[in-house]
């Protein structure tokens, strides 16, 4: 009996597995929309929230950043403004990369796992079309770092559909990361002077941001093509 449910399971672990991710994006949702969103949207709630775990309140916010990834509809740019608030810029940008990093390489794991129609599933077809076209036009490691670098693109998305392409998983973890760093860092450098004197430093930065991410949102897509192909004339 025992030995007949292993089998099955063996048999049968790849659609479990697929079954348990799906569930835990449904949950995710479903907890970050009716049960937590406001906390993770209001960086002081956050950090009540985290120190409220004592010493295990680092291990609890890497663990909401590898989360955040994984279930790409939580905004991460508020999570990382409220690692610097709680942790302070240094400490609390490195977390932040860390479980982002995390994050990362797991949902490339899971979708090199699962293939492209699981990631079909989740991704809109235009999106995975954009990044197809976009591998081929260039280096492969300098688009990815393209992609991470500019504020506003769907970069935990990105990572869904690197795992169903033919980038490696050291390329894509390596330059993955290195884009991101400039974000987070800025992030909770942000965070960590949130309720200082310093306004204008603030608002200054703020502003900036701003306008990085709106730039990015309208014009991330024209802006990677144009360096793809200027770089691509520079060779």
């Given amino acids: 009996m025992l030995r007949n449910i292993k089998d099955q399971i063996i048999k049968y672990k790849g659609y479990i597995i697929l079954i348990i991710v799906l569930l835990f994006l449904i949950i995710s949702g479903y907890e970050y929309y009716y049960k937590y969103s406001y906390i993770l949207k209001d960086p002081e709630k956050l950090k009540t929230f985290i120190m409220s775990y004592g010493k295990y309140s680092i291990l609890v916010f890497f663990i909401i950043q590898v989360i955040q990834v994984v279930a790409f509809f939580i905004p991460g740019e508020i999570v990382q403004i409220a690692g610097g608030y709680i942790f302070g810029a240094g400490i609390g940008g490195i977390i932040s990369l860390g479980g982002i990093t995390g994050g990362s390489i797991l949902v490339y794991l899971i979708a090199n796992e699962f293939g ?113 192909n200027s770089h691509k004339k520079a060779k």
């Fill in 116 to 228: 492209k129609p699981f990631v079909e599933k989740i991704v809109s077809e235009k999106k995975i079309n954009f990044l197809e076209k976009i591998l081929k036009a260039g280096s492969k490691r300098f688009v990815i770092f393209l992609l991470y670098l500019i504020p506003g693109l769907p970069k935990d998305i990105f990572g869904y559909i690197c795992g169903v392409s033919d980038i490696s998983l050291k390329d894509f973890a390596i330059y993955s990361t290195l884009g991101r760093i400039p974000g987070i860092f800025v992030s909770a450098y942000f965070g960590s002077k949130m309720f200082t004197q310093n306004m204008e430093q603030l608002i200054f930065i703020a502003v900036i941001m701003s306008i990085l991410f709106i730039i990015g949102v309208l014009k991330g897509d024209n802006i990677i093509r144009k360096i793809i």
